[in-house]
């Protein structure tokens, strides 16, 4: 039990539509990561948040968006849906800004693009 | 670019000791990481090691890190049943980096 909650846990969608995914991290965890992890493959880093700015950015196209809130919680969006965005999407967080040897992960939000 | 690279597939029986190994390209890694992954679940933080270590011990797992072949290995001793799952070799340069992740190690546990 990591205290780091992810909803839904599983999402249809078809090819085009948008979608939402959510993370709820542990109180005082000021730093959240998002993940993609594609069947078979290690996580991706998508981008990082610390205090409701957006701290690294990995190779994913601006169609892949995130918010932080104060309550802890953040939002990973994806425009335009490709079938290739067939994935598990991990959130992870932690207490500091440099803080990956401190990184919690949630359980991940299972999505399938049709 | 930065790689790592790991096998996919451990068979282990029962009670031996599991040995994973991976390898990563990027010289400027400070932290290197084995995660685990079961099924349905998120990724749990094994343990940890600084690139100035050669070796750390954590109870069951020992870590053994050679930095000029940019090797790094994860022991598990007494292998159990519970220790079936994906193991995920990670790296990053700096602790506020992205993770740069392998494709991950499925292990086997004979009966």
């Known amino acids: 039990e990591t205290g780091v909650t992810q909803s839904p846990t599983h999402l249809i969608k078809t090819r085009g539509q948008q979608v939402t995914l959510r993370c709820s991290s542990q109180?005082?965890?000021?730093?959240v990561s998002w993940y993609q992890q594609a069947l078979g493959q290690g996580p991706q880093f998508i981008f990082q948040?610390?205090?409701?700015?957006?701290?690294g950015r990995g190779n994913f196209p601006p169609r892949f968006s995130g918010l932080q809130f104060p309550n802890y919680s953040s939002e990973l969006n994806v425009n335009a849906l490709e079938l290739d965005d067939s994935a598990l999407y991990l959130c992870?967080?932690?207490?500091?800004?440099?803080?990956?040897?401190?990184?919690?992960f949630g359980p991940g939000t299972r999505l399938t693009v049709l | 670019g930065e790689d790592v690279e790991q096998s996919l597939f451990l068979s282990v029986r029962e009670g031996d000791s599991s040995v994973i190994n991976c390898t990563y390209t990027?010289?400027?890694?400070?932290?290197l990481y084995w995660y685990k992954q079961e099924p349905g679940a998120g990724l749990q933080l094994l343990t940890y090691?600084?690139?100035?270590?050669d070796m750390k011990q954590d109870q069951r797992l020992t870590v053994l890190l050679n930095k000029k072949d940019k090797h790094l290995s994860l022991r598990i001793a007494d292998t159990q049943t519970g220790d079936s799952a994906i193991y995920f070799c990670?790296?990053?340069?700096?602790?506020?980096?992205?993770?740069?992740f392998g494709k991950g190690t499925r292990l086997h546990i004979l009966p």
């Open positions: 992870a967080s932690s207490p500091l800004k440099r803080g990956t040897d401190t990184q919690y």
């Open positions: 109180s005082g965890h000021n730093t």
């Open positions: 948040y610390y205090r409701e700015e957006e701290n």
């Open positions: 990027d010289s400027s890694s400070t932290y």
């Open positions: 090691i600084f690139s100035n270590m």
């Open positions: 990670a790296e990053t340069e700096n602790r506020d980096d992205k993770i740069i």
